[in-house]
């Protein structure tokens, strides 16, 4: 994201999310590997969305989400990702959106630590309530933080993963336990509304 960002005013990126995705990754000399979300604002409007993964953006128009990313997974909690091995996925693996934004509008980016824990309503109310964007990203990331740590939680995360075939042993089940919990994970929030330029 240092790269992304460093290179994001670079001639060849040119207001393209999947440019400068592949800028980054390619000055990335870090071993691992990552998911990368990234949307670019043009003065005119438009908003272009490249994702690698399970980071995720939202679009919220008038207190109603209009637009979501769709996580792009291999199968159910192993994301595709970008790496420094040669044979993870490339900026080409991407999913891309252009959205036309208009003043008043809200975008919540986060990583998947967000989006595991939180639900729709959840985020559509805090970032109702609070006109300042800074509120409302670090109540985001508070509420995801508390609920990937309560085991009782009815998660986004558990409910995918009971939808998906994963529970508790059969012995729990009998008790009448089941799959509950917030996903612990790292946890990036970034709200911003659209203004006039």
Request: aromatic share 8%.
């Amino acid at each position: 994201m240092a790269n992304a960002s460093r290179l994001v005013d670079d001639e060849e990126v040119r207001y393209d999310p999947g440019f400068l995705i592949d800028k980054a990754h390619t000055a990335t000399t870090s071993r691992g590997s990552a998911t990368i979300i990234v949307a670019m604002l043009e003065e005119v409007g438009v908003l272009k969305i490249g994702n690698v993964g399970d980071c995720g953006l939202k679009l919220l128009r008038q207190g109603q989400i209009i637009f979501s990313t769709t996580p792009q997974e291999h199968y159910f909690d192993c994301p595709f990702q970008l790496s420094s091995e040669g044979s993870a996925q490339t900026y080409m693996d991407a999913s891309f959106n252009i959205m036309e934004v208009k003043k008043g509008d809200v975008i919540v980016m986060g990583s998947d630590g967000l989006f595991d824990n939180v639900f729709d309503h959840e985020i559509v109310n805090i970032v109702t309530k609070h006109t300042d964007v800074a509120e409302s990203s670090r109540l985001l990331a508070e509420v995801a933080s508390n609920h990937s740590r309560d085991p009782g939680f009815e998660s986004p995360y558990a409910l995918e993963a009971r939808a998906k075939g994963f529970d508790v042993p059969l012995w729990k089940k009998a008790l009448g336990m089941k799959l509950t919990g917030g996903k612990l994970d790292d946890v990036t929030v970034i709200v911003a509304q659209v203004v006039d330029s």
